[in-house]
């Protein structure tokens, strides 16, 4: 079952300007994980954070977290082509036996 | 090595046939999953196995049979399929099994169901 929803389905920026994605959930969760597809491939793990962080960096990525509103962002700075890509929120429950995908924000980065 | 290879990348088969998807690891992870994608879907768990057992089956059709002969590597043996299963089947492995450790995802087998 899919316990995250994603805000926009799909955004479409120029290549330098930044790119924000929401994700929400409906339950208490042990952590928080952000992936990135290529179009029809795998997907690569981007960052995690823990239900007791509210903000983590990585690169040009910096992640939110605000359990009172059970919402996490996700934020790409300077955007890149190569940032073009579906971004899915994954969260963990307390039972912490298995990852639940949202729907994925498809995020296009034009040149 | 952070890979997972999965084989093959593509596979036709007809409803009447039997394959088999592979998937391997090198990271020593005890856990590790199949998924199944649809198209501009997210990926949706089939099977967890965690030090090579059986953990988690979500109600999955039996013409899809998992097998994890050892820490390694994980099969899933396809039979009696059905167009509507044609989909990009995902691997995946971590640490151990649960959503606590990151997993990582080979890059797929494209399968179509004739």
């Known amino acids: 079952s899919q316990q995250g929803e994603e805000d926009p389905q799909a955004l479409s920026i120029q290549e330098g300007e930044n790119a924000t994605m929401n994700c929400s959930y409906k339950?208490?969760?042990?952590?928080l994980q952000w992936y990135r597809q290529n179009s029809g491939r795998g997907l690569v793990h981007l960052i995690l954070i823990r239900s007791n962080e509210r903000e983590k960096h990585s690169g040009r990525l910096r992640v939110t977290l605000d359990t009172s509103k059970k919402s996490s962002s996700l934020l790409i700075t300077a955007s890149r082509a190569a940032d073009t890509a579906s971004y899915f929120c994954?969260?963990?429950?307390?039972?912490?036996?298995?990852?639940?995908f949202g729907g994925g924000t498809r995020l296009m980065v034009k040149p | 090595d952070t890979e997972v290879t999965q084989t093959p990348k593509h596979l036709v088969m007809g409803m009447t046939n039997k394959k088999s998807l592979k998937c391997e690891q090198h990271?020593?992870?005890?856990?590790m999953y199949w998924y199944k994608q649809k198209a501009k879907k997210p990926p949706e768990l089939m099977f967890v196995y965690s030090y090579e057992k059986l953990s988690i089956n979500e109600s999955v059709p039996s013409r899809f049979s998992p097998e994890c002969p050892n820490s390694s590597l994980l099969n899933l043996h396809l039979h009696a399929l059905q167009p509507e299963d044609s989909a990009l089947y995902l691997c995946?492995?971590?640490?151990?099994?649960?959503?606590?450790?990151?997993?990582?995802f080979g890059p797929g087998t494209r399968l179509t169901v004739t």
């Open positions: 995946a492995s971590s640490q151990v099994a649960g959503g606590t450790y990151e997993q990582y």
């Open positions: 339950t208490s969760i042990n952590n």
């Open positions: 994954a969260t963990n429950n307390n039972a912490g036996n298995m990852l639940t």
């Open positions: 990271m020593g992870h005890r856990a």
